[in-house]
Each structure stands twice: as structure tokens, then as C-alpha cells.
């Protein structure tokens, strides 16, 4: 069984910083890729950020490139997002998913662990 504990959430001004983390538990097998996902009141789902266990890759949404940084801890089973720069439109709910699979996609529906969510919200 995997579990995901995300943290790390909370509110901030834009353009300050925030640290999300993801504890794992459960086969390795199913974490192959960790990625990010966040959803703001009335709208989708939408991919943010993602980490493949294969080489480190990373796949990051436009709207967060340059500012937004993924990384994976093996040791300690966690993921992090490192939220630089915030603005206002980043607010919403930020979920940790995973999928034991090889590619690293940006589709909500390809994942089949998620954590429960943690609030961002970003002040002006």
C-alpha cells in the first residue's frame, strides 16, 4: 500500500518562498515518478511539476519554469518543491501523486497514488 503525506503548504506574500514536502511509504516500484499537481477553486487539475527516479528528470509546467524547483530525496522517501518567487495565481490546493510507470506525464488521470493536499495561498 503507498501513502504520501504532503507538508509544507501555507501563506505567504508574492514573492516569497515555500517548501513543499511528500513523504512515501510503500514499494519503490510504485514511486518510479513523483510529480506535483495543483487545483484553485473552480478550475482543473493541473500538472506543476514532476520527477522521474530514473536519472533525476524533471518535467516542469510553463507557468512555474524558473521559479519552481522538484527534487527527491531516496534516503528519506520524500519529495520536494521548492516555490520561488510566488505570485497570487499560484494559490491553490498543491497535491504530491505518484505512478510506477516509465514515463513521466503530465496527465492528472495517468497517476494512481495521490497524498491529501495541502493549501498555498499567496497573498498580494
Known amino acids: 500500500q503507498v501513502q504520501l503525506v504532503e507538508s509544507g503548504g501555507g501563506l505567504v506574500q508574492a514573492g516569497g518562498s515555500l517548501r513543499l514536502s511528500c513523504v512515501t511509504s510503500g514499494p519503490t516500484l510504485s514511486t518510479i515518478i513523483m510529480a506535483w499537481f495543483r487545483q484553485a477553486p473552480g478550475k482543473e487539475r493541473e500538472f506543476v511539476a514532476g520527477?522521474?527516479?530514473?536519472?533525476?528528470?524533471?518535467l516542469y509546467a510553463d507557468s512555474v519554469k524558473g521559479r519552481f524547483f522538484a527534487s527527491r530525496d531516496y534516503v528519506k522517501n520524500t519529495t520536494f518543491l521548492q516555490m520561488n518567487s510566488l505570485k497570487v495565481s499560484d494559490t491553490a490546493v498543491y497535491y504530491c501523486?505518484?505512478?510506477?510507470?516509465?514515463?513521466?506525464?503530465?496527465?492528472?488521470?495517468?497517476?494512481?497514488?495521490w497524498g491529501q493536499g495541502t493549501q498555498v495561498t499567496v497573498s498580494s
Open positions: 501523486a505518484a505512478r510506477g510507470a516509465v514515463r513521466l506525464t503530465r496527465n492528472p488521470a495517468d497517476y494512481v497514488y
Open positions: 520527477v522521474h527516479s530514473i536519472g533525476n528528470l524533471t
